[in-house]
């Protein structure tokens, strides 16, 4: 997820005065707590078994300490060096291991405070990271294409890739002993998904994501985002959300196929037309407002169930619905649901 670095530059970057010009919308209130951050503005979850996740409420990372030293799994930029001061007050021995969930700067922007252990990382997320030469991030020393298993000291941290969801290379972290399972950018434990379906650069890998998280045996799931993180039901929370997402665009998809009436809003041939007399010679005007309103209705469905169930569903409601609607437009997703 790489826009929210600009979000916040953006935000931060206006003045007092402009602030005050602003229309700040009202959401939803969330249904999910956000625990207290310490003094120095992060929060450290202890797992058990020498398994911590650090989190400033926004992104989160995890790390584990073994009788060899510290293996960690990303480091996001907005945390920076709380990273390395959560570790310090945890343990005294140094990270021997980075390892990178996928190649998104947000996530791994703090690498670089950790240049002398080794970096691993799928395949993929090297040719990603190489291609990027400003990039501070250290490339990784260890690369894998399916499986890898690291063992240091006591600690056993299991590697899989099991294809494209949020980007390529985005792999799976488990840690067996602990039940700790890690997969960043397509479940935000009591949340809904960042926009887009988390900007998810494949939309049925993406929802595959969460039937292969269930495969696994876990106690404990790292998202990388957001206030906490999650169990088990919070994963099947989230599932059920985007196939309600997915049967609510299919429906719309459905309807807009049909004619123009009292109950039918959304026909394509309607809507196009008008964008077209309104906008003469411009076809991306009827393919917008066509989108724009099949995504809306669908949208405005899947709030009806779920505000109250999970947070946010209506910050990036509009978002989600036409990721999931552009995608079975012109995917194999079909309109069966």
């Known amino acids: 997820m790489r826009v ?50 650090v989190t400033d409420n926004q992104y989160n990372c995890v790390f584990f300490v ?36 996928h190649a998104h700067a947000d996530h791994i922007g703090s690498a670089y405070l950790f240049k002398n252990a080794t970096h691993i990382a799928h395949s993929i997320t090297k040719d990603l990271l190489a291609a990027t030469p400003s990039s501070d991030d250290p490339l990784p020393d260890v690369i894998f294409e399916d499986d890898y298993s690291l063992l240091n000291g006591n600690q056993t941290i299991q590697l899989s890739y099991k294809g494209t969801n949020h980007q390529p290379g985005n792999i799976f972290i488990y840690a067996p002993s602990q039940k700790v399972l890690m997969l960043v950018d397509v479940v935000f434990p009591g949340w809904a998904p960042f926009a887009y379906l988390g900007e998810a650069e494949d939309v049925p890998g993406f929802i595959q994501a969460h039937d292969q998280i269930l495969e696994y045996d876990f106690d404990h799931f790292v998202g990388g985002h957001l206030t906490r993180s999650g169990v088990r039901a919070d994963v099947e929370a989230q599932r059920e959300y985007i196939h309600d997402l997915k049967k609510n665009c299919n429906n719309a998809l459905a309807l807009s196929k049909q004619p123009a009436n009292a109950t039918n809003p959304i026909s394509q041939q309607h809507l196009v037309n008008a964008a077209l007399q309104a ?37 990036y409601g509009m978002e989600n619905s036409y990721a999931m609607v552009a995608a079975l437009s012109e995917t194999n997703l079909g309109l069966s649901g």
């Open 4 to 53: 929210i670095d600009f979000v916040y530059l953006a935000l931060f970057s206006i003045g007092t005065n402009a602030r005050d010009l602003l229309t700040v919308p009202t959401w939803a209130p969330v249904t999910t707590d956000s625990p207290p951050l310490n003094g120095a503005g992060y929060r450290v979850e202890t797992f058990g078994g020498g398994a911590y996740m």
């Open 279 to 315: 906008n003469p010679g411009n076809p991306w005007a009827g393919f917008k407002l066509y989108l724009d309103s099949v995504a809306s209705y669908c949208n405005n469905a899947t709030n009806e169930k779920w505000l109250g169930r999970l947070s946010a569903v209506d910050v």
């Open 66 to 101: 073994s009788s060899e030293g510290v293996i960690l799994v990303d480091a996001p930029a907005s945390i920076g060096q709380n990273i390395a001061y959560a570790i310090s007050n945890t343990t005294d021995k140094r990270v021997t291991h980075v390892i990178y969930s």
